[in-house]
Nanobody, 114 residues
């Protein structure tokens, strides 16, 4: 069974940047469409970005132009580069197989505040 470990979150000022990483163990990583999700306090988990096996990407409108998803299949890792961060980006960020309802990791907290 595939498992994910997210890292790279933290406290950052508005306008700042962070790079999140998610390492997979188990499973056949290069076959998966991978995604980053986030859940803010009191809100439902939402899809932030996804990336296909070949590297095609899609983004939520709220992060388009600011976030970049990428992957390294050899390292079984998916990344999320986040620039021009806003307070509304504050959330716990998770990675997972796109569309999966299970295998959630512990997530990594991102807090954008001055």
């Amino acid at each position: 069974q595939v498992q994910f470990v997210e890292s790279g979150g933290g406290l950052v000022q508005p306008g700042g940047s962070l790079r999140l990483s998610c390492v997979a163990s188990g499973g056949i990583f290069f076959l998966y469409v991978m995604a980053w999700y986030r859940q803010a306090p009191g809100k439902q988990r939402e899809l932030v970005a996804d990336i296909t096996q070949s590297g095609n990407t899609n983004y939520a409108d709220s992060v388009k132009g600011r976030f970049t998803i990428s992957r390294d299949n050899a390292k079984k890792t998916v990344y999320l580069q986040m620039n021009s961060l806003k307070p509304d980006d504050t959330a716990v960020y998770y990675c997972n197989i796109f569309g999966s309802s299970g295998n959630w990791g512990q997530g990594t907290q991102v807090t954008v505040s001055s």
